[in-house]
């Protein structure tokens, strides 16, 4: 266990009871509906596998192509008779029928064989001029005709609009019109769902709905409300009852003698009433929906957990199989359902508990290994039982998440101060290196290629002495370190090594291969001009920003003399832990490039320019269009390697003007061969020329055209 400081049941209890209460509010609020990707996937394992009341009668291939819906109505009405002569129960026909029917056309009256049809014809009667005139075929008076004993247990689907009030016998003759219930015989074969859902998963539970219609013809007896409502009931669309379904697998071949039978209306409507009996005897006691398409038909066709859902077969479910399924859902009261209540609330309780008791006591590490085993086997509940099935796994997750997320909370809330430290006084790319640390792991050090900048300004110890107050100066050192060198952390991505006094020292690390190392360089460079725009700005509005704080004439000589220059080094340097091994400890970089930069920030003050650089930022500092000076080849103090070093600024500084550079050039190039110069050095550079003047004087030039100084 971890010394951490949640460690009282009296702070334990209160988080345990939060999370607990806000997994019975998400429950409430949000149901099923939020762990549909894991109960889709649990019914697609634990799917309807049988039948048991209910059949669907297809348009299948024994029926000719030539033979369109319409004129196939016949054959669904004589399927219907003798499915009920046999003892079926029921039928649906699952289309949108039109009651006013084209007579003047052939109907399929049965199928003689499969692909040869008997057609009801239209007839010709002579008018008394001699001429045929066409009169509607026998079946052309009434597509749908049965005899009054099938009516009784048919149903259809709702009429297109504004046909309802039309007379029945259109469509089943006169025997059969006056056979029809009192109910009527269209039943709604609508969809529900929840929350706009496009996945169909819910039976309808309305009266007037196809289901509970063909429910009935099963078991009259049994279906009151009491029956065809339970507490497992939700509302779909707001208003409507309904019940989510157990689905099958989409089935698209015939089937007779299976589980799932799928009949085809060629044998049910055969011409040869043996094969017809003998076909409508495996419907005994059924209820069968009549799908006016072929079963492997892309037409008709619904989205489903069977569509969606992980592990399932990907395929859409015919509308027909749909309705079997929710007829199937209704009679064997199998729907998926979730844990009662009591359960569920128990199920929170778990959660909170060992959400709250693992964030407290256990590493992280410990903490997710046991959420994850704990969420899996919520999960796995909804596939062990093939009735509760609708567990909340992810309210249970949720809970868990809640209950270590509070006890993290507190862990950060009680350390704040610490992490406030942490982040005033450790860089972010360092403390976010050290943080990918391993518990107990300490960071090794090792060898990188850096970037070094370095930037002190010039006057301070006079200015430390013209302001008395040292608080006054360290509010001056904060207000122009937060104007000034803040970017080059926040814009530019460098990493802070220290402040010394008026000293500051960035670095930027990078693996060095030439692309890397002119965009390392190009990025440091442009760090280090805005760097010196801002030090102007801030120098610039000093006695306006510091007005009534700093006597006047104090803030007129440290404007008169404070300045700023700023050095650019490349190289190798040792990047790790600098410190006692069970002392405070530093994370820093040295190296050759780190005393360079010094010596050249330095170098700043003799000559006319912001920014010294070496050699390693030439290419970036043309590539970016920056001119730059050479200002010679030196070796400087405790260093035995000499560097060529330049003056870097902007394009329209007067400094950098391309004429100004090339006659210093010229000048400077005489004085290092030992020969006459053949131009004379511009006037811009008269600081410039008075340092290389003193350093002839004192004769630091060797005779390999490299300066030798002897100071810092």
Known sequence: MLDLPINRWIVLIPLIAAAFLAGLILDRLAGTAIDDWIHDSALVFQAREEWRYTAVVVLD???????????????????????????????????VVSKEMEGRMPYAACI??????????????????????????????????????????????????????????????????????????????????????????????????????????ILPQNTGDDYLHGPDDELCDGR???????????????????????????????????????TAALLRDK????????????????????????????????????????????????HPRAPALPVKAALFLIAALIGVLSGAYLKQSFVWFIGGLFITAVGSLCYLNDLVQLWPVTTSMIVFIAGV??????????????????????????????????????????????????????????????????????????????????????????WLEDYVGDMVCYYWPYQYNEGENIAACANALQAALELVTLQKRFFATLEERYDRKIEADVLKRIHAIIDAGVGLTAGSVVMGDLGPKKGVRKFGILGDPMNLAARVESLTRLFNTEIIVTEDFIGAARQLNYPVRRLGRLQ?????????????????????????????????????????????????????????????????????????????
């Open 61 to 95: 291939h024994g029926v000719p192509i030539d033979v369109g819906r319409k004129q196939a109505l016949p054959l669904f009405a004589k399927a219907t008779e003798r499915i009920i002569a046999a003892g079926g129960k029921g039928v649906f026909l699952d289309a």
């Open 405 to 494: 997320g509070q006890t993290i909370g507190m862990h950060l809330i009680i350390g704040s101060r610490e992490g406030k430290l942490i982040i005033n006084y450790m860089p972010r790319q360092i403390h976010n290196l050290l943080i990918s640390l391993k518990p107990n792991e300490t960071f090794q050090n090792r060898r990188r290629f850096a970037l070094v900048l370095m930037s002190d300004l010039a006057g301070y110890t006079t200015v430390t002495g013209f302001i008395k107050d040292p608080a006054e100066v360290l509010n001056l050192m904060n207000d122009y370190l937060s104007e000034t060198s803040l970017i080059l952390q926040d814009k530019y991505n460098g």
């Open 112 to 217: 003689e064989s499969p692909g040869a049809v008997q057609w009801s014809q239209p007839r010709c009667a002579a008018s008394p001029t001699g001429e045929c005139r066409m009169s509607n075929s026998e079946l052309g008076n009434a597509p749908l005709q049965m005899p009054a004993f099938a009516i009784e247990h048919f149903k259809i689907a709702p009429y297109f609009s504004g046909q309802e009030a039309l007379p029945d016998f259109l469509l089943y003759g006169l025997e059969a019109a006056f056979a029809v219930p009192e109910n009527g015989l269209v039943a709604s074969d609508r969809l529900v769902s929840k929350n706009n859902s496009p996945i169909s998963r819910w039976l309808d539970l309305s009266p007037d709905h196809a289901v509970v219609a063909l429910t009935r013809f």
């Open 636 to 712: 400087v103090k405790g260093r035995n390697e000499p560097a060529t070093l330049y003056a870097v600024g902007h394009a329209g500084d007067s400094r950098f003007s391309p004429d100004a550079i090339a006659a210093w050039e010229n000048w400077l190039a005489g004085i290092e061969t030992h020969s006459s110069a053949t131009s004379e050095c511009p006037e811009v550079y008269r600081k410039d020329r008075s340092t290389i003047t003193k350093w002839l004087e004192r004769r630091l030039l060797g005779a390999d055209g490299v300066w030798h100084l002897d100071e810092k």
């Open 287 to 334: 209820v069968a929906v009549f799908q006016l398409t072929a079963p492997d038909e892309a037409t008709d066709v619904l989205v489903t957990p069977m569509t969606t859902g992980l592990f399932g077969p990907h395929l859409p479910t015919h509308g027909a199989q749909f309705l079997v399924d929710a007829v199937e859902t209704l009679l064997n009261r199998d």
């Open 240 to 278: 409507r009852p309904c019940r989510r379904i157990r689905l099958s697998k989409p089935q698209f071949v015939i089937s007779e003698e299976g589980n799932r039978p799928m009949i085809p209306v060629s044998r049910l409507a055969s011409c040869d009433s043996e094969i017809a009996e003998r």
